[in-house]
């Protein structure tokens, strides 16, 4: 279990999921001939053939005062999912973020980086028929434009049942707030707009005692993207718009010491953002 931290705060990463290849959907860009040459990627982020490492995991963030869950990752029990193999899951998640010293009922924030269905499964389990809040004693943080967007979306009968079972619940049970993007939780973090891939995703900004950290959402779903800034994902609502926010976020980070840790990127999961010819890299520390 990777830890790290940040001035007074503490970032702990817990998995649910790690897939080795199989992106070719998500990342059509990034074949393994295209992958092979970006020698940095190895170990963490790719393997010998080329194949993408990828992580479904979630980020438990310890400020003196607050207790808060970065996105909820899959779920148990969901049905209805696109992807065959996340139904009816069944992992240990819930143990495991207990045996990391975080116990659903201590959670005091649950904050949603964006409302994809990877974000927030965890949000509800369910309760002999229905969908209950995992966390009872939680407020939970979604984006007022995201909410807005999806709640009214037609078309994407997958965001219905991600809806239905993981976001409704929570406004029904009135633990729901819905967020401005540059929505300040406490004195070390706060949230900045990084839209592109969903009409109001965000990221998750920490600063504390001189230290600085950015956990990414999936503003950029593998690190290949810092290579490549240009490659999109089929999951974005604006490509144009996430290629943008990426250029604009790695100028901004490049050569600074704030520690990027990424939503989905597998083994070390975080690093520095540093400039390569004329594109970037993730210095894994
Ligand atoms: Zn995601």
Known sequence: MAKWRIGDVTVTKVVELEVTGGSRFLLPQATPDAIKPIAWLRPHFADESGRLRMSIHTFLVETPDRRIVVDTCLGNDKENRNIPHWNKMQTRFLADIAEAGFPRETIDTVLCTHLHVDHVGWNTMKSGDTWV?????????????????????????????????????????????????????????????????????????????????????????????????????????????????????????????????????????????????????????
Not at 186 to 209: K, Y
Not at 212 to 237: K, R, V, Y
Not at 239 to 255: S, V
Request: proline share 7%; aromatic share 6%.
């Open 133 to 285: 809040p995992t966390f009872p004693n939680a407020r939970y943080l979604m984006g007022r434009t995201e909410y807005e967007h999806w709640r009214i979306v037609d078309g994407r009968p997958d965001m219905a049942f991600i809806l239905a079972d993981s976001v409704t619940p929570i406004v029904e049970a009135g633990l729901a707030e819905l967020v401005e993007t540059d929505h300040r939780l406490c004195p070390e973090i706060s949230l900045i707009p990084t839209v592109g891939h969903t009409p109001g995703h965000v990221s998750v900004r920490i600063v504390s005692r001189g230290e600085e950290a950015l956990i990414t959402g999936d503003f950029m779903h593998h690190p290949c993207q810092i290579a490549h800034p240009e490659w999109s994902t089929n999951a974005d609502s604006d490509r144009d718009r996430g290629i943008q926010t990426r250029l604009e976020m790695f100028e901004r980070l490049a050569g600074t010491p704030t520690l990027v840790i990424g939503t989905h990127f597998a083994g070390a999961t975080a690093g520095r953002i540093v400039r390569d010819g004329d594109t970037y890299r993730l210095d894994v520390p």
